[in-house]
């Protein structure tokens, strides 16, 4: 059975990654998103959503059972301390699952595999990779795309963003970067260049 080839795929939020991730699904590659599994491993009487609810605050689970997820990124975002929190007790969840699904594929005979990942590098999810994308953009046009996706504040997506890395630290740990700053038609073309590089190797 030949193995997956597991491209990774990352950066800051609101870089672009869901449109490169679009891009590489139309040339057959499955794909992985991260966020999916982050909000799986904290559903309703998990013990993930118990484990951050002790280290957190028991409010942050609602009447009825769910994650107030507002509550706790205000909480989660307010210190790297916190964010450090709240990614040792997430990402190895999250890690399990996605492992569980590359098998899935590749036990399906599928050998083309991307994984969006936001936090690909601070999970440890890069050793799973042949190699890493990553999508980067100026910060004016990453905190727009955020507003108008996510209906949060400009408040709380700045505590968001500064926990987040620099540019820099993408792009010294990726093997591509791809740089948003123009059009989503030429976002287009710098992915499928890179997708060509990919699969030259």
């Known amino acids: 059975m030949n193995k997956a080839k597991v491209i990774g795929l990352t950066g800051p939020m609101g870089s672009g990654k869901t449109i490169v991730a679009g891009v590489f699904s139309d040339f057959s590659y499955k794909v992985i998103d991260a966020d999916v599994y982050a909000r799986k491993v904290v559903e309703k009487g998990s013990k993930t959503l118990a484990d951050l609810a002790s280290v957190f605050g028991e409010d942050i689970i609602c009447d009825d059972g ?8 205000q909480r989660a975002f307010v210190s790297k301390e916190n964010t450090d929190k709240l990614n040792a007790i997430t990402h190895p969840a999250i890690l399990k699952l996605v ?99 990919i699969e030259k190797v």
């Open 66 to 73: 769910t994650l107030n997820r507002r509550l706790l990124a």
């Open 99 to 197: 492992e569980s699904k590359i098998k899935e594929y590749t036990d399906k005979g599928y050998t083309k595999i991307v994984y969006d990942a936001p936090l690909l590098f601070e999970s440890g999810s890069d050793k799973l990779c042949e190699k890493v994308v990553s999508v980067i953009a100026f910060e004016d046009d990453r905190m727009k795309r955020v507003v108008r996706r996510d209906k949060l504040t400009q408040s709380e997506i700045q505590r968001r963003f500064s926990a987040q890395h620099s540019d820099r630290f993408y792009t010294e740990k990726s093997d591509f970067v791809i740089i948003n700053d123009s059009s989503i038609e030429e976002l287009i073309l710098k992915t499928r260049k890179v997708i060509d590089a």
